[in-house]
Nanobody
């Protein structure tokens, strides 16, 4: 069983930055593909970014490229989401997910393990 705990969310003004963290426990972190998604109020959950177990492959929601960066630190069992130039439409609950070797799938349904989420609020 994999436990995931997100942190780093908060309130920021438009144009600001936040770095989300997701700490994993209960499995060999270096064998896990990691995934970020978000859900805004009244909207469906949407894909944000994914990173392969090796860290070699990363995939982003097209509209977020250039502003968001996913990375991992296997020594700390942690995946990060650096978010820059934040916009009010980035306001959402951000979730981390994990699963062993999915070849960096962008499909949320393929990830078995999920955190509780961390709230990001961007004001204009």
């Amino acid at each position: 069983q994999v436990q995931l705990v997100e942190s780093g969310g908060g309130s920021v003004q438009a144009g600001g930055s936040l770095r989300l963290s997701c700490a994993a426990a209960g499995a060999t972190f270096s064998s896990l593909d990691m995934f970020w998604s978000r859900q805004a109020p009244g909207k469906e959950r949407e894909f944000v970014a994914a990173i392969s177990w090796s860290g070699v492959k990363t995939i982003y929601e097209e509209s977020l490229k250039g502003r968001f960066t996913i990375s991992r630190d296997d020594a700390k069992n942690t995946v990060y989401l650096q978010m820059n130039s934040l916009k009010p439409e980035d306001t959402a609950l951000y979730y981390c997910a994990a699963d062993p070797v999915l070849f960096c799938s962008i499909l949320a349904g393929e990830y078995a393990y999920w955190g509780q989420g961390t709230q990001v609020t961007v004001s204009s």
